[in-house]
């Protein structure tokens, strides 16, 4: 079984622990910070250590919007978006890969929100995932 990593209060995620833990898909949390952090697209990156999950999440916000959460797996990082079940049904007239919108149809909602969560580890997902976040940081 998968288990989270960055599990140390003590160890700040810092660029040489992430490229530690997430192995060959460093290259693409790199490439993916460096878009959502450029003025462009201006979301703002803050890594918090949870003592409920008893890891390091990263937040990713717009303004003072959540867009997704970002935690670190074993050679792979998984995003996860919220969505509330009026602004959900859009997700499926997105341009993204069908297999992200059937995933996402399959979720259970936690309390009034649709979790929609993607196991990043190819470049060519950086596609879809940008998608969904410009249409996150859309909505009001």
Not at 38 to 66: E, I, R, S
């Amino acid at each position: 079984m998968e288990t989270i990593q960055l599990k140390n209060p003590e160890i700040l995620p810092t660029s040489e622990v992430l490229a530690e833990v997430l192995g060959d898909s460093f290259a693409v949390f790199d490439e993916l910070m460096k878009t959502i952090t450029d003025p462009n697209f201006g979301l703002v990156v803050d890594w918090h250590y949870y003592n409920d999950g008893k890891a390091w999440l990263c937040k990713v916000v717009f303004k003072k919007k959540t867009v997704l959460w970002l935690s670190a797996w074993d050679g792979y990082f998984k995003t996860t978006f919220y969505f509330t079940e009026k602004n959900s049904a859009t997700i499926f007239e997105l341009d993204i890969d069908d297999s992200i919108k059937k995933e996402f149809n399959a979720q259970k909602p936690i309390g009034k929100l649709l979790p929609l969560t993607i196991e990043m580890k190819e470049k060519e997902q950086l596609k879809d995932l940008l998608k969904i976040i410009e249409y996150k940081k859309g909505l009001k």
